[in-house]
C-alpha cells in the first residue's frame, strides 16, 4: 500500500509483489532469506557504507534495535558501494567491520545496489512506494525506510536523519 492508502502491485520476473514479505535477499554470509521472516515485525531497511561520514549511525541504529527488541522490530542493513565507493570492502569484512566498531548485532545482507538497472528488487519496490527528495533513487548511503506489520514501506527518511529522530515513527507503528 503506498502513502495515499493504494494497494501497489510490483512486478519481478513474472511475479506480483505486494510487501516486502514477497522478497527475498541474500545475508552478509550468503545464505538466502525470504523476508517473509520478518512478517508482524516493524521494520527499518538501510542502504549501509562503511567509509561514509555518515558511518557513525550504525551506532544509532544497533541502539533502536536492542531498545525495541527483535520480536517487535528488526533494522535491516544491505551495504551499498554504488555512492563514491564508500563500500569497496567483501562482504566478509563488511561484516567483520559493523561487528568490531559498531557491536552491530542487526540483521546484515550482501552487499547489493541500490539504483539504475542493477538495484535489489527490493529496493526498486521501496523507491517505488516512498520518493526521497530527488525522485524514486536513493539520495545516499544511509537511506532509511520504515515499514509497519503488514510489510508496507510507510516512511522514507533521508541520510542525515539520525537513527534517534525515527523513535517516535516506530513506536506507532510498534504500538
Not at 516486502?20 to 557504507?49: C, W
Not at 559498531?102 to 545482507?109: A, I, Y
Request: charge should be negative.
Amino acid at each position: 500500500m503506498n502513502k495515499d492508502g493504494k494497494n501497489i502491485m510490483y512486478e519481478i520476473e513474472g511475479d506480483v509483489c505486494m510487501n516486502i514479505y514477497d522478497f527475498k535477499a541474500n545475508t552478509i554470509s550468503g545464505v538466502e532469506k525470504d523476508l517473509g521472516e520478518y512478517r508482524g515485525k516493524v521494520v527499518l531497511i538501510v542502504n549501509t557504507a562503511s567509509k561514509c561520514g555518515l558511518t557513525t549511525q550504525y551506532r544509532g541504529l544497533e541502539a533502536l534495535y536492542k531498545k525495541y527488541g527483535s520480536d517487535k522490530f528488526v533494522v535491516l542493513g544491505f551495504p551499498c558501494n554504488q555512492f563514491a565507493r564508500q563500500e569497496p570492502s567483501s562482504n566478509e569484512v563488511i561484516e567483520n567491520f559493523c561487528r568490531i566498531n559498531f557491536g552491530v548485532t542487526f540483521p546484515l545482507f550482501e552487499k547489493i545496489e541500490v539504483n539504475g538497472d542493477g538495484a535489489h528488487p527490493l529496493f526498486k519496490y521501496l523507491t517505488s512506494m516512498e520518493n526521497g527528495l530527488y525522485g524514486e533513487d536513493i539520495d545516499w548511503n544511509f537511506t532509511k525506510f520504515l515499514v509497519d506489520r503488514n510489510g508496507n514501506a510507510v516512511k522514507r527518511f533521508t541520510p542525515v536523519t539520525e537513527p534517534k529522530k525515527i523513535e517516535v515513527d516506530i513506536e506507532i507503528l510498534i504500538n
